[in-house]
């Protein structure tokens, strides 16, 4: 699927291709704290389609908690965007933020992953009050 999308502000923007099946949520406690929420929403894109525009992407290196592995964290330098993960340099075999696409909709989660760091009420949302947007 292609997408497009960009950090907050308008300073990075990009297209990829994705594969729409893959869309995952990744509950580690990383992803916790990288997006100061309770979850994360990657898909892979697939190699060689990633392509950025506007303002450089600006990355560190992220050793993650439980496998000492090196994930290479891309965002916006200006507002602070998450706009990807990857293992290595290159942007050849990365993880994309979806909440960066414009076709975010459209991507449907089908796997939950890191569940042991998951936080219990993520899973009743649903039977919360609703408003269509926000209130006072």
Known sequence: MKVD??????????????????VRVCHC???QTSTGSAFRVNVPVLKGTFKASGGPIKQYVKTTADSGTKR?????PE??????SSRDHTTEVI????????????LKPKLQ????????WTQSLRDLPQHATQRG
């Open 5 to 22: 999308g960009g950090c907050h502000c308008g300073n990075v923007r990009f297209t990829a291709e994705v594969d729409a099946e893959s």
């Open 72 to 76: 290479i964290q891309g965002f916006c």
């Open 113 to 120: 992953q890191w569940c042991r760091s998951k936080l219990e």
């Open 79 to 84: 507002c602070a965007t998450p706009i990807y």
């Open 95 to 106: 993880s994309l933020r979806v909440g960066s696409i414009r076709q975010r909709a459209e």
């Open 29 to 31: 406690t990383d992803c």
